[in-house]
């Protein structure tokens, strides 16, 4: 149950508790499809979607960009002081997130209040709002999905952290991750996640590409033999992204991703956090990414946005691609779920979206369009031919040859033989067009 909180100011004001009204409503600031407690496949909807605020688009960022200053003025960050502000911004942040009623929020450690140059300061500024947010949390219900840090803003990072060839960037971005895993244990996070921003190279003339990759697998068993000696029972992700700011990042896909987990012997506590416009950056689709993860058992988390189909770039715009989202939920479905993690929204409003009323149309708009996907993607399971038509596209493995294939029992020899044998086979058709119909038609 999550109760709306505020802090000695309202920041908000005008907007109260967003609520599930239905399809008959004309409400801009009223959920259409979200209804938290209707059961899909024997789950809430809030079971099933673990919805999360990210707190660096939704308090932190402004809207500038490389070409323009700021045009998102927060009346959060008027004080001087780096804890009292921070503060301010948490109470704005508590009653947003309330009053959207979401379940979650994830952060990194500069969102929670800004850094300097002095690892101690740093800790006692992390530490002091930390005790805030417990406040905070008690008082709404609100819960920690994840934390990270920010590894690859400060200008220390623009080689990388784990992968920077000057060991004393290692510990620096190794002090920053601990107290990342503290705060995170201490607000009672469910999990934490690395996102390698600058995790790889612009050049491999000045590269020692393994070496790096070494490096980055050691830090990360590091930090994980830290948190399971403070009790940390959650889940690690990594999340995977080819590139920008990095020319080539370590972490480029999902397949990447779990052959590293793999060779450097972290399956066992790693999972992957798949975001919808790193996988358009990888040039593969969301569906891609979350089926490969799903396949290697690494299905995590997920953080939600999209692209522009315009743009080469990581734009962060919230998802309204019902199309593209039904078929991550039925990937999602198919896979029992996600493994620990939720529906972070990754995303940002645009830099002329300047109402405050803009951030709610916008996590209202995202938390339907994923309500909705999730009831198109069950309805699809149950009612219609979609699991036949692929079950039947490989019924010759099922039975005969193709199941001894399968169980290792023909040999090279074996399947040549059984080629010359049964001739030229037949052509069959993938029916994509109607799968895409029985997709349409649901919608």
Known sequence: MIT???????FFKGIGQIKFEGLSTDNPLAFRWYDENRVIAGKTMKEHLRF???YWHSFVATGGDPF?????????NEKSDAVARAKDKMDAAFEFITKMNLPYYCFHDVDLVDYTNDIKENERRLQAVVDYAQQKQAASGVKLLWGTANLFSHRRYMNGAATNPDFHVLAHGAAQVKSALDATIALGGENYVFWGGREGYMSLLNTNMKREQEHLA???????????????KGTFFIEPKPCEPSKHQYDYDSATVSNFLRQYGLLEDFKLNIEVNHATLAGHTFQHELQVAADAGLLGSMDANRGDYQNGWDTDQFPNNINELTEAMLIVLEANGLQGGGINFDAKIRRNSTDPADLFYAHIGG??????ALITADQILQQS?????????????DQGAGQDFENGLMDLEALRNYAVEKGEPESISGQQELLENIINRFI
């Open 385 to 397: 031919d979609y699991k036949k038509i692929r079950t039947k596209r490989y019924a010759s493995f």
């Open 367 to 372: 938390m339907d369009t994923f309500a909705r």
């Open 52 to 54: 999360a605020c990210a």
């Open 218 to 232: 050691k830090f990360l068993h590091t930090a994980k033999d830290y948190a399971r000696k403070q009790g940390f």
């Open 4 to 10: 709306v909180t505020t802090g000695e100011k309202e």
């Open 68 to 76: 323009g200053e700021a045009t998102i003025i927060h009346p959060w």
